[in-house]
């Protein structure tokens, strides 16, 4: 079944804007009659009809809503810093969004190489993720913020610093408690510094390992993000 990101739906029917109608209609080859998914991002699945398959303004009706459709029983945060080579950030917000994340927030550091990101185009990657994946919840990605300003804000059950200084680290499953909300820190491709490790540890925030191997920022943030949805699940 095909499922369109429909973020303003209100009423019993729905129009597509111009760029989902194309694809509805040309790529997809979709007719009166079809059936399609939609959500609006917020939890709201909705099974619909295609009624006028027009290739610029598509009309559907709306016949059945399911709220909080598919509803995780945690919520995760992941804060990191946007690595230099933008694919790879790009390739974790997709990734995640699949995998179930609820908020991401860009991060600089001392160690930093890249110091903002395209949100809009970011949003877009998110956007299709979620209808690749069939999710009926869209990742809330923020605006980038300065390490120390996040952190004199940072509200969680449950607050991890993922970093590769040798200093003492607790695995994630022997910290862990289920049905949190967790918030968890990855830094730049040069790690945290010490300052910064030292910050989190006076604010709460529980110092992490997640493995042996060295990982890539974006390869750690999704093995985080994995890890937290494994043990949800058990």
């Given at each position: 079944?095909h ?36 959500t609006?991002?917020?939890?709201g ?6 009624i ?9 009706n ?6 909080e ?14 690595t230099?080579?933008?694919?790879r ?5 997709e ?14 550091c001392?160690?930093?190489?890249r110091?903002e ?5 970011s ?15 869209i ?11 996040f952190i004199?804000?940072?509200?969680a ?7 590769c ?17 967790y918030?968890?820190?990855i830094g730049?491709e ?5 300052s910064?490790?030292?910050?989190t ?27 937290i ?6």
């Open positions: 079944m499922l369109f990101y429909t973020p303003d739906i209100k009423t019993a029917t729905y129009q597509l804007d111009e760029e989902e109608s194309k694809h509805c209609i040309k790529v997809l080859r979709l007719k009166n009659g079809d059936q399609v998914n939609l609006d991002g917020k939890g699945f909705y099974l619909a009809e295609i006028d398959g027009h290739p610029k303004r598509t009309v559907l709306i016949k059945q809503k399911t709220p459709y598919a509803k995780r029983n945690h919520y995760l945060h992941i804060a990191l810093a946007p230099k080579n933008i694919d950030f790009e390739w974790f917000l990734k995640a969004t699949e995998i179930g994340i609820d908020e991401i927030t860009p991060i600089i001392d160690r930093s190489e110091k990101i395209k949100l809009d185009r949003n877009k990657i998110i956007a299709s993720a979620i209808k690749q994946s069939l999710k009926a919840y990742p809330k990605l923020n605006n980038y913020l300065t390490f120390k300003t004199s804000q940072a509200s059950d449950l607050k991890f610093i993922a970093h200084e040798e200093n003492k680290k607790s695995a994630i499953g022997d910290v862990f408690k289920p049905q949190q909300k918030l968890i820190l730049p040069g790690d945290f510094s010490p910064e490790i030292e910050l540890l006076q604010n709460g925030f529980v110092a992490i390992t997640l493995g042996e191997s060295r990982l890539r920022t974006e390869t750690a943030a999704l093995e985080a993000c994995f890890e949805n494994y043990l949800n699940r058990r």
